[in-house]
């Protein structure tokens, strides 16, 4: 079987090879961009625990495009390719907003723990203003009341 040769800006190459690394390229986009949605879907839901598998799985992925595209041919233009390309980037803006939002939320949660746990560690008697004063009064009422004084 013979193979059509073609000229592109890299010179002369092998037409079949050219269109077997494009779509070979494609596939991994689309694993990429599927992997991504996945993650997206799993945040949506509130099932945070399931986030690690997804790190495994866009790891492998980013490792297969970075393999795929060094061999892709240099200067062709591929619609197929361009539209998941933009698939993608739109799969990691929405999937980077969120997130954004659950590491914002994180840090929320943990900045009320460190605060309820250093007011539930101070008895009150240096700065009987100061932490309990900086606490939500949910947490305030929670806490058992401050004498003021030492029982040293």
């Avoid at 900045?111 to 539930?120: E, F, M, V, W």
């Amino acid at each position: 079987m013979s193979t059509q040769m073609v000229t592109t800006a890299g010179g002369t190459a092998d037409a079949a090879s050219e269109i077997a690394h494009l779509a070979a390229f494609s596939v991994a986009l689309r694993r990429a961009t599927d992997a991504v949605e996945a993650e997206t879907a799993c945040l949506r839901a509130g099932r945070h625990r399931d986030l690690k598998s997804f790190e495994h799985r866009k790891s492998q992925v980013l490792l297969d495009l970075s393999r795929l595209h060094a061999s892709l041919p240099r200067g062709r233009k591929d619609g197929l390719v361009e539209e998941r390309l933009r698939d993608l980037r739109r799969a990691l803006s929405e999937n980077m907003t969120l997130l954004d939002r659950h590491m914002q939320a994180v840090q929320e949660i943990t900045d009320l723990l460190a605060r309820t746990l250093l007011a539930a560690d101070s008895d009150g008697t240096y700065a009987p203003q100061g932490v309990r004063a900086a606490l939500p009064a949910g947490v305030k009422a929670s806490l058992p009341a401050s004498t003021g004084r030492s029982d040293a």
